[in-house]
């Protein structure tokens, strides 16, 4: 069975730029979320989706969208990048929207912003 | 909102050595669940043992345990008969069990060192 897997990898973008990332779930699993990962932050949530719908929301500026589609895949976009966008991005697969189901993790897509 | 803190930056141990990674959490919820989760070098977030709060039994996996202390707001991992492979970053996590949650929260993370 195939894991999450994040497109693409790495991104180098321009301040001012916008970006979208993508992440393909696992098969069957219908919850997506994301987190940034900054060495000052730390792993921050984004959002969570769930049956194309967005579920919870983290303390992020609306610069920061997402949107999943019927068949779960989810893309995740950032306007006017801000050097401070440079991060590493986590997708997160789940089965369901239980707070006990495990999250399953993509590898990440390593963002900068010059 | 929920905080989790954990206090070790780095962490090293001997090879076969058992090793304690510590966390606390600050909640005011009763229904949550406890994680924790390995970030190897490839990045990717690997779960390694789960606890729910209702539950008094420490969660187990093979090498892996915890201990829970709920009026403490404590959950530290042991990691029994440490490996070459256990090197990585290990964070803490607390999901609430209730709706409106955002999500994971995390600790800022333990580099643990397994010295050869």
């Known amino acids: 069975k195939a894991g999450v897997t994040q497109t693409p990898r790495y991104l180098i973008k321009t301040r001012g730029q916008q970006v979208t990332l993508s992440c393909s779930p696992i098969?069957?699993?219908?919850?997506v979320s994301w987190y940034q990962q900054t060495p000052g932050q730390g792993l921050q949530f984004l959002f969570e989706?769930?049956?194309?719908?967005?579920?919870n929301k983290g303390n992020f500026p609306g610069r920061f969208s997402g949107r999943q589609f019927s068949n779960s895949r989810s893309e995740m976009n950032v306007s006017t990048l801000e050097l401070g966008d440079s991060a590493l991005y986590l997708c997160?697969?789940?089965?369901?929207?239980?707070?006990?189901?495990?999250?399953?993790f993509g590898q990440g897509t390593r963002l900068t912003v010059v | 909102a929920q905080t989790v803190t954990q206090s070790q930056p780095e962490m090293s141990v001997q090879e076969a050595e058992t090793v304690t990674l510590s966390c606390t959490y600050d909640?005011?919820?009763?229904?949550?669940?406890l994680f924790w989760y390995k970030q190897p070098p490839s990045r990717q977030m690997i779960l390694v043992i789960r606890q729910e709060a209702y539950k008094q039994q420490n969660a187990t996996e093979n090498r892996f345990s915890v201990n829970f202390q709920k009026a403490a707001k404590s959950f530290s991992l042991k990691i029994s008969d440490s490996q070459l492979g256990d090197a990585a970053m290990y964070f803490c996590?607390?999901?609430?069990?209730?709706?409106?949650?955002?999500?994971?929260?995390f600790g800022k993370g333990t580099h643990l060192i397994i010295q050869p």
């Open positions: 996590a607390y999901r609430s069990g209730g709706g409106g949650a955002d999500g994971l929260t």
């Open positions: 098969s069957g699993h219908r919850s």
């Open positions: 997160a697969s789940s089965i369901s929207q239980g707070r006990r189901a495990e999250a399953f």
């Open positions: 909640t005011s919820e009763s229904d949550y669940y």
């Open positions: 989706y769930f049956s194309e719908t967005q579920r």
